[in-house]
């Protein structure tokens, strides 16, 4: 398994824009599959995004256009970005990482992935 720490999170209000910075270390990120998955207060966590590490990308239906994610391999580094933030965006977001069979396109599903960071919060004030 390889190591994640997610950064940049933090409070911003409605209509605002946040990068999220998911840093993975003991691995070549580009073996690895990422997914965003939050978690709202009181909430199951769910799935936001995923890229693979042929650069397809998936987006849950529900969030729309207001996210995409990207990915730095020599960096090590993936990356979330969220526009036109919402109240109901509130809450903790996770990093993952797994190794799937290249050129599989990705879902993020919360089962499928065994490599996790510790979060990091974001709050967005109305």
């Known amino acids: 398994q390889v190591q994640l720490v997610e950064s940049g999170g933090g409070m911003v209000q409605t209509g605002g824009s946040l990068e999220l910075s998911c840093k993975v270390s003991g691995d070549a990120l580009a073996l690895y599959t990422v997914a965003w998955f939050r978690q709202a207060p009181g909430k199951e966590r769910e799935g936001v995004s995923c890229?693979?590490?042929?650069?397809?990308?998936y987006v849950e239906g529900h969030i729309g256009d207001r996210v995409s994610m990207s990915r730095d391999d020599r960096a090590n580094t993936a990356y979330l970005r969220m526009d036109a933030l919402k109240p109901e965006d509130t809450g903790v977001y996770y990093c993952?990482?797994?190794?799937?069979?290249?050129?599989?396109?990705?879902?993020?599903?919360?089962?499928?992935?065994?490599?996790w960071g510790q979060g990091t919060q974001v709050t967005v004030s109305s």
């Open positions: 890229i693979t590490n042929l650069l397809q990308t």
């Open positions: 993952a990482a797994e190794q799937f069979d290249r050129g599989s396109r990705c879902v993020p599903v919360e089962m499928s992935f065994d490599s």
